[in-house]
């Protein structure tokens, strides 16, 4: 049974008279010139110091085992990068490192997980005058625009390399400043043949390179448009999805003071 309760059971000893034990009247102590003995209560007071020592050293162990579980529970630092000069902000996580001359205007990745980043685009406001976000279309459009550019910045001379990418979502969200964003997921995969100059087809063997997820944030500020993108092996996404969000859902695009 499921939920059963096992008990062991004992048979009764069989009930036999015995003729009672006598102590010894006298008690002989052993005294030697290093160490005496005296069978007295004494004895039985000292073994019972070490149990309790053990009990405490077994509840302290267990208690510090609990507090390490916790702790390692704990959500991850994040930290807030502003930049009022340009007009935005948004958190990242606090054990990322910028990374200067990356050529978009803020760059922070992963010290461990180096295909692991963010990066922040804004376009030049004398090649365009945005008002909102929709000036790019519906979120649709916007994903389109959005996986081009990403092809386009990754487009390779190399002999044998192909590229698969789909669209995995769009969607718009009013953030609590009260302005409108586009929330874009795309999936990048690269193959490469092993050896692009081979002449026969059977010594090109194609392998998958890497394989991608791209998470960009659209905002409109300043005449200006705004892209927050997060770049994330597809192996580790499930595993970092609530911190990549959690930056996501940060980013804010501000007025800039006259």
Known sequence: MANAIIMQSFLPRPFTQTTPFQ???HIHSFHSPRSSFSPTTQSAKGFAV???????LILSTYILSEVGVALAQQSPVFREYIDAFDGYS???????????????????????VLDENLSLEISSPSSSQYKSVEDLGPPQEAGKKVLKQCLTEFMSTRLGVRRESNILSTSSRV???????????????????????????QDRVTRLEWNRRYLSVLGVENNQLYELRLQVPENVFAEEESDLRRVMDSFRVNKIAG
């Open 50 to 56: 070490p149990r309790r020592k053990a009990v405490s």
């Open 175 to 201: 953030a609590d400043d009260g302005k409108l964003y586009y929330e874009v997921e795309v999936n990048i995969k690269s193959y490469a043949n092993n050896n692009e100059l081979a002449v026969m087809p």
């Open 90 to 112: 948004f958190q990242y996580p606090g054990s990322w490192i910028q990374v200067r001359g990356a050529g978009a205007d803020i760059f922070f990745r992963d010290p461990y």
């Open 23 to 25: 102590l010894p009247t």
